[in-house]
């Protein structure tokens, strides 16, 4: 098993920027591709990145795509997102989750990730 938490979410002004990272246990973290979701009140819950286990692969979202930074540290079981120039549509709360991807995949669904966090809110104030 892996367990997941986040940290780094807040409150922020439009263009602003937040740093949110998810801290691993359990399990050997590299044998995990990581990815980050996000659901806003009313709405699905989404992918907006995804990392391989070595991190030589990524995706983002279209709506996020030169905004957003998905790294991990298998050093440290860690993986982060570096989020830019933040729009009031990026609010919602930001949730990590690891999936048994091997190789160069990464997950882009939900049901490709079997452990979760509890999620970070990100509130962005126009």
């Known amino acids: 098993q892996v367990q997941l938490v986040e940290s780094g979410g807040g409150l922020v002004q439009a263009g602003g920027s937040l740093r949110l990272s998810c801290a691993a246990s359990g399990d050997t973290f590299s044998r995990y591709g990581m990815g980050w979701f996000r659901q806003s009140p009313g709405k699905e819950r989404d992918i907006v990145a995804a990392?391989?286990?070595?991190?030589?692969?990524?995706y983002y979202a279209d709506s996020v795509k030169g905004r957003f930074t998905i790294s991990r540290d298998n050093a440290k079981n860690t993986v982060n997102l570096q989020i830019n120039s933040l729009k009031p549509e990026d609010t919602a709360v930001y949730y990590c989750?690891?999936?048994?991807?091997?190789?160069?995949?990464?997950?882009?669904?939900?049901?490709?990730?079997?452990?979760w966090g509890q999620g970070t809110q990100v509130t962005v104030s126009s």
């Open positions: 989750a690891a999936a048994r991807t091997v190789g160069w995949a990464v997950g882009l669904v939900e049901s490709e990730y079997e452990y």
């Open positions: 990392i391989n286990w070595r991190g030589a692969n990524t």
